[in-house]
């Protein structure tokens, strides 16, 4: 089966860096994937790691270690529209299918 | 190109009765993902579907949902005699063809039911 770790809630000062941090257990594992989820909206992709290191996007950077099993998202200059649930989802591939697992989320209240 | 659509956006259903949820995936996307979110809390898989093959229903309970992804049209999530425990936002996703590139799921806007 899989196990997916993230804080349940964090909060940041506006202007200010994030970390939030994802640990995984999984086997066959084939990337894993950050979404960005306001509330009562849909989920929208915001990076994507199948390699170890750092992957840089503007203000957002998803970094991934495979070995130790832990992945975060770094959120820099933060402003307010950045509040929202940040969803850690691994990709794994088992019985001849790819499948998706998404973790519970982080909710990220950003304040002035 | 349109993205993924899901209709109704908001369903409300008296306890007892059947409610169906609609998923047209973007345009060239074979693969349809169904979750459902309760308040508060986080994603959780339902069922995968390719055209006409039901790939991975570990997520469904085995009463009263069923889902399907014919060749022609969209997908649907059915709920027979439906409870209040039912209620919660449904959303759909899909993804391209195979592949182990970086194809994420895209998201539909979600069917918020509500069940009185």
């Known amino acids: 089966g899989q196990n997916i770790d993230q804080p349940t809630e964090m909060t940041a000062t506006e202007g200010a860096i994030v970390q939030i941090n994802c640990t995984y257990q999984t086997s066959g594992f084939n990337g894993l994937f950050w979404y960005q989820q306001h509330a009562g909206e849909a989920p929208t992709f915001l990076s994507y790691?199948?390699?170890?290191g750092l992957e840089e996007k503007g203000r957002f950077s998803s970094f991934l270690s495979r070995s130790k099993g832990y992945s975060y998202l770094l959120l820099k200059e933060l402003q307010m529209k950045d509040s929202a649930s940040y969803l850690c989802?691994?990709?794994?591939?088992?019985?001849?299918?790819?499948?998706?697992?998404f973790g519970t989320g982080t909710k990220l209240q950003v304040i002035p | 190109n349109a993205g993924v659509m899901q209709n109704p956006r908001h369903l409300v259903r008296r306890r007892g009765q059947e409610a169906r949820l609609r998923c047209s995936p973007m345009k060239g996307h074979s693969h349809v993902y169904w979750y459902r979110q309760l308040p508060e809390e986080g994603l959780k898989f339902m069922v995968y579907l390719q055209k006409e093959n039901i790939i991975d229903e570990s997520g469904m309970p085995k009463e009263r949902f069923s889902a399907e992804f014919p060749k022609e049209g969209p997908s649907i999530l059915r709920i027979q005699q439906v409870v209040r425990g039912d209620s919660a936002a449904y959303f759909c996703?899909?993804?391209?063809?195979?592949?182990?590139?970086?194809?994420?799921?895209?998201f539909g806007p979600g069917t918020r039911l509500t069940v009185t």
């Open positions: 996703a899909s993804s391209p063809n195979a592949g182990t590139s970086s194809h994420e799921q895209y």
């Open positions: 790691n199948v390699l170890d």
């Open positions: 989802a691994v990709r794994s591939y088992s019985g001849g299918y790819q499948k998706v697992t």
